[in-house]
């Protein structure tokens, strides 16, 4: 009887496949997904995942190929670590992309905006997808963020939850204070004299007093752990990450890279460098040697002071101890204003355009079934920490426990990011979810102490809501091109200031130059999507 059932039903699905032969390509695709279906065999998807270099590959991820059985897919994976924006353009101007793509802001409002009908809409298709409509109803902001001005989502985004306030801290390291009877910095000034002194008396103590790297960062001026942060010195509160240096203040939209305090910090900036105080390399290395760097040889430390996500992620298990999680600076003994930082809460926690869909995908209904079992919770809680089992316990009682490294001398940061998407990948974690977090995230907690004060912010006056703004096709495509132009006269002006000097010489003709370039049109077109957020609040 099971045989004739099942030739039975293929020779209907057949009959519909050729009876739907000259109709619309859609009901013929969904007639040939559906006979796949019957038959057993999964469903074919190819995808991009623009990842973190130290991922392992995709295809040895435990929770993700039950996702892919649970939907019944089997997806052909290109794994991107590097130079996406440089190969995505080439891509979508072919016309010639895969299924779906996941990653943090993989493609963004503005090559919606550019490419439009290559992207899906998947407004139309939320019925097919249960756990993104939780997602939206327990945190509308969520949907906020994927909605486009038509109304229209191409791109769904993620919830994290456990995240703080801000991405990166200050650190110092300790023991060379201690070693060297000094007090812990409080302003610049006494910053440039304990990173002299770490340079000139052999701070770690082994014998080389030349092998000491007394201030580090990743090179450039956006994105996180970069010297940025210490306009605070001077009252600035940055936001997620101050890509091209918005900020806000008091309500008004300024950018950083005009403003008479980016020159002060710059100028600082090149005392330092001049006087030996800054890697040599700050402008050359990678995200990877930034790090190494950090970890020292054994016990022995090499950077001073640097900035990081917490103490075990950016120096090692062995030389976290030794660093300090520093208070923001003061950009002198008498200055009285508030401090600032940043503040990324909103960048950490939520996420935009993390999974796409290709609106020439011959199976879209399966490509829905994948993305609506990413956004499982359980599912959501492996995407970011790791498969249950390896990474996650399962206490039998539905709560779970993030899981130490399986190897003792690895961090646990290392460890998530080594052993799943982590944070570039598409999920929701519901704020029920029970889940003991592990001993980084506990540390980031603890290590954020210092910053407290300078987080006490007016959320409503001093920061850009970049996350729940979507601007128009044609002001995204200004800004984008703007953006562009601006940041490529301000890096190569940052780096020639910070290691030549000459940023006093130079900065009215920079700031003219700027300007030109569309930095205060941008200012423009942000204010007013600024004051229209604000309004509906």
Known sequence: MRKKVTVFTSFVIIAAMLLSGCGSGGASNKASEAAGEASGEKVKLTAIMTKHPLTKPLKEMEWLQQVEEAAGVEIEWQEITSDWGQKKGTML?????PDLFIGPNVITDADFAQFQGLFQDLSTMLDQAPNVQ????????????????DGKIYGLPKYQRFWPSSAQRQYI?????????????????????VL???????????????????MD???GIGGYFNPAVLLGSMGVTLSDGNAEGYFVEGGQVKNFLIDDRYKTMVAFLNKLYKAGLINKEVFTHDYTK?????????????????????ASDRFGEQLAPQYASMSPLKVSADYTGKLGWSYDHYNLNYGVNHIVMSAKTKHKEAAMRFINEMYDPKVGMQVLFGSIGPNIKDNGDGSYTVLPPAKAEMDPGTWKWTSTMADHGAFYIPDSLKLTLGKDMQEVLTQSEPLKEAQEIDLD???FPALFIKYSTMDNNILSLNNTNVMNLADSSFAKWVTKGGIEAEWDAYVKEAQKAGITQN???MQKYYEEYKSKQ
Request: charged share 25%.
């Open 523 to 525: 200012l423009e077109i």
């Open 93 to 97: 101007a072919s016309g010639d992309i």
């Open 134 to 149: 939780t997602m939206f109803n327990e945190k509308p902001e969520t949907r906020l963020m994927a909605t486009q001005p």
């Open 290 to 310: 930034f790090q190494s760097v950090a970890r020292g040889e054994g016990d022995i430390a090499k950077v001073g002071f640097t900035w990081g996500w917490v």
């Open 461 to 463: 006056n001093d920061i």
């Open 196 to 214: 002299v002194a770490f340079k000139e008396k052999d701070a770690n103590g082994n014998g080389d007093p030349n092998d000491e790297i007394p």
């Open 217 to 219: 960062w990743p090179g």
């Open 173 to 193: 390291n300790q023991k060379w204070l201690d070693e060297l009877g000094l007090a812990m910095p409080t302003t610049w000034d006494e910053l440039y004299e």
